[in-house]
DNA sequence: GATAAAAGTTTACGCGCGTAAAGTTTTTGT
DNA sequence: ACAAAAACTTTACGCGCGTAAACTTTTATC
């Protein structure tokens, strides 16, 4: 019995395959492309050929020849921060449900490397892409170049005028949500940040909180943590112990820039054995924002303001399919914004 | 002044930028496959017109013609966890540096995603494939066939005999460390550990505890937590509430199979106000293994047996490379374990 | 400065597939 | 049952690049 008799043998070309399904190549060809567009009967004799020889058309032919290809690309900042794995892993699935190939790249916070995925990206003849800038430090210019060129969505964080669309979190519904809460239920919050935050998101909630303070008639106070990069729990941690054993200004209500921020103040607080929450016998309160994946596991549990996931990570996925029905270019560049959701756990 | 003056200008192809550039097309195509191959002079040249033009030969060409691609694969269960996030972001950044494109993809936990990676990477051509299984419930014999097509290596979690090469950490390390430690300053610990555990090494860990327990001359207890999925931290924060509220055994020493598992537990401990960590007053000692990138932030802060996060990386990316060298097999298959290091911190 | 080696040029073919054009077969509607 | 429409077949070309072969020019060696 030679190979060719067998199941298992290797087939070249869609020529072959052709062959062997006994249905010329173009209409083979037309079958790949829209399983749908060729009749039922050949459909079937394709599929069953299919089902012996599994054979699958060589994806660097195809797409050589297509203007553009099936695959979307997922831009995050920094994949290692779960908030990104965890959106990324929605869109991602999302993407796969409908037929696409999701292909995703981590900027791993560095601003070379974005503007490489983007080169790289822009190579690769993308349906579509879905970006989420590292923010501060993107190069702009690049950005903008790379947004004419390719068909791309923002999420996350916002550049003014770039790209074909924003999807992200409004985040004044953020910061309102938690100062209204910490004043109503307690005390005004002081707020506790980076000083220069990597993310656009982080100013945005400073004037939510400052303008937020002032509606309120508060005096708005703000300590910011020194350190750069993306370790934020780290920072948070150690500048966390600073403004403990500093005690700027009002201390018995933090609110927190980020989540992340949060759990390494919270491990800071542990540590000086100050009893964070909202019972009597506790002497400060700190709420944060984003509901990362893991504060619910903070010790106490994190009171933040979270995300909508699903409304996010759904509009992402709407406006890219549009766009790309749209053929890569909307009429107007529109914002979407989504109002957050404030979590009650045990911290404030 | 037309375009063709301008310096934007698009190429459309190799042709077109080697007229530009004044050299010709076989040439301009062997300095792009190695710059190193062709003169200096000539490389000049081309490089200048690189900086006029910005041309970049078109991948899907350029791998239809490649028996293999420059494309290196990489595959992880579930990206949305810290540690794998953490361990493919240092592999990503050295195949980048070496001068290969990383492709990423994540299992998100499911066998059919998993079996639909392979499934595309092998239509990718990949030069080679880093591959973390999902473990338990992934189908050997579809990765054992994907192995014997795609030079692969294992890392994480093994299965024996596949791939070219396996490398990971030692998990007896992990362990005989722990169990060392704890009992020696204080009492034999529990081990808290899944029922289903996902992945092997959590197989290798109990298999290891219940040895090095009676080698020490003590009585291996078990608790076995319910729960699927890799929601790690929520079974160890449920389950943790009811190994606390029934007591089984001794209960002063805590052993998590990893430190997921550990974040949700002290969650737990928390919760119900008791004291964990090494203190006169605590009553409750509490270890794990990996080191989690957030182990450090818990409260009290973790103590854990860590990965050698670097060694492993860099051995990974090692064996790739001399496995790509070699032809994509290897003589014989072997395995590569690292031993952790304790790490002590407040919890026990 | 002669000569071999190295590098470059020209020409040509092939990779696997998309797709257009012209002709043939099958299906659909009445 | 017949005409029109739809689907398929055959033939052919193009995509952008790798690469081999034969030839020419530049560089290295003594």
Redesign the interface.
Known sequence: MDARAMGGNKIRNMEEFAALSGISRPTVSKYFNDPGSVRASTRARIEAALEEHDY?P????V??NRRLTKNIGIVVPY????FF??I??KI??RC?EAGW?P????S?GEKD?EI?IL??LR???PAGVLFAPLGRISDRIVIEKFCRDVPTILFDSNLDGIGEAFVGSDNFSFVSQSVEYLTRTGNPPILFEMVRPANPNANKRRKAYVSMMERLGFDPQIFQAEGDGWGF??IG?KEGLRFLDQKPGRTDTVLCSNDRLA??F??AC??RGIPVGRGETCTLRVAAHDDH??S??????LTTVAHDYDQVSNKVIEMLFQLIESGGHFESRSEHLYPAKLVLRSSA
């Open positions: 699958r060589n994806i660097y032919a797409n050589q994949l290692a921060d779960p794995a965890e990324a892993r991602e699935l796969i190939s292909i995703l790249f981590s791993h490397l490489d080169d790289s190579s690769m003849k729990e780290e941690y759990i390494g919270l491990s542990f540590e994946p893991f619910r596991f903070t010790c106490p549990s």
